[in-house]
């Protein structure tokens, strides 16, 4: 690699990502914009991770390869931006595949928008055999957009950010508390201070798979998803953030500051109707189905008409195979971050 710095910096931290590793990395070295760097951070990995970053590195002087001490998804990401050098850092999960020219269309994009922090585009996913069930799945395309669906979702997938490095460090960067949600809360932000775009073209191919479907994790999910809201909400209004300093989010702590429990059972429910309902078209029938059955008891016992309504008829859809408007419900249905990965 020479002394100058890369066009980009591609972040890649992983734990225990041996399944998947190889394809997520030969997508960003076979991309159209050669000027990369690839930074992976094996954040404390028990399996093959090491060794296949470390057979990557040796082949490759793009490769850049460090290790945290399972510090978590946050931290480790954080210290991969430390040790990029590029001015943009593309984000990539190590379960996802990049599209070849993501990297050349995203770069372009922003040197023609100057006023972007941060672009995304469209997903394509993926199961665990990398066939595609939902293609060109698009987010919010202008920063009104965006800025409009943040009170429903993450309406920039993580896995398909470009972001200005300047504007990541002028925040501080992403926090640990946030865990499972660290990319709402960033991209909330960021746009206090910058505008925001996605590309409508597809970016990235995003996989689901079994790991995915832990209704703990997705538990967590939707109460970080919730606190990076309720944070955007005070910093709006000129209070000092809830949760400066805060370690770890959870349901007293959100109570605490105002939430309500219908709140907190309706982020569960929609976020685990998603996450069923996507299952269901990745072909794992009875993950899906044990999803459907813990969100619907969950809204039956919150004594939540409406919510039980809503899980009865999107299990009814994914039942029948029904897939008209999918594109439109993928988004309607995700009020947080796609399915937070098992790290």
Do not use: K
């Not at 069930?133 to 950010?161: H, K, L």
């Not at 967590?220 to 944070?231: I, K």
């Not at 982020?267 to 685990?272: D, F, K, L, R, Y």
């Amino acid at each position: 690699m020479s002394s100058s710095a890369p066009a980009v910096s591609v972040v890649m931290p992983v734990h225990d990502g041996e399944r998947f590793l190889r394809e997520a990395m030969e997508s960003v070295l076979a991309q159209t914009l050669a000027d990369v760097e690839l930074v992976a951070v094996d954040d404390g990995s028990t399996d093959s991770t090491r060794d296949i970053l470390e057979e990557y590195a040796r082949a490759d002087r793009r490769v850049v390869v460090t290790a945290t001490d399972h510090v978590g998804q946050a931290d480790a990401r954080n210290a991969a931006v430390a040790l990029a050098r590029a001015d943009m850092i593309a984000f990539l999960d190590a379960d996802d595949v990049a599209c070849a020219d993501r990297l050349e269309r995203q770069v372009a994009f922003l040197a023609g928008h100057e006023e972007l922090a941060v672009v995304g585009g469209a997903l394509t996913f993926i199961d665990e055999d990398g066939c595609a069930f939902a293609e060109d799945v698009r987010y919010p395309i202008s920063d009104g957009e965006i800025r409009a669906a943040f009170a429903q979702m993450t309406p920039i997938a993580n896995s398909a950010a470009l972001v200005r490095r300047s504007a990541f460090l002028a925040v501080g960067g992403l926090r640990r508390a946030f865990a499972d949600s660290e990319d709402l809360d960033l991209w909330l932000r960021i746009a206090e201070r910058h505008r925001l775009g996605n590309l409508e073209q597809t970016v990235v191919r995003y996989r689901i798979h079994r790991a995915q479907a832990s209704m703990q994790r997705l538990e967590q999910q939707s109460l970080t998803a919730l606190a990076a809201r309720l944070s955007a909400r005070a910093r709006s209004t000129g209070s000092p953030d809830p949760f400066d300093g805060v370690e770890r989010v959870d349901r007293d702590l959100l109570l605490g500051l105002g939430a309500t429990e219908h709140e907190l059972v309706e982020n569960i429910v929609m976020q685990g109707t998603w996450l069923a309902r996507t299952i269901y078209r990745a072909g794992d029938v009875d993950r899906g189905e044990a999803l459907f059955a813990d969100v619907l008891a969950r809204a039956q016992a919150a004594a939540s008409p409406e919510l039980a309504g809503h899980v009865e008829l999107e299990r009814s859809h994914a039942r029948s195979g029904r897939r008209s408007a999918w594109r439109a419900r993928i988004r309607s249905l995700l009020p947080g971050s796609p399915p937070a990965r098992a790290r």
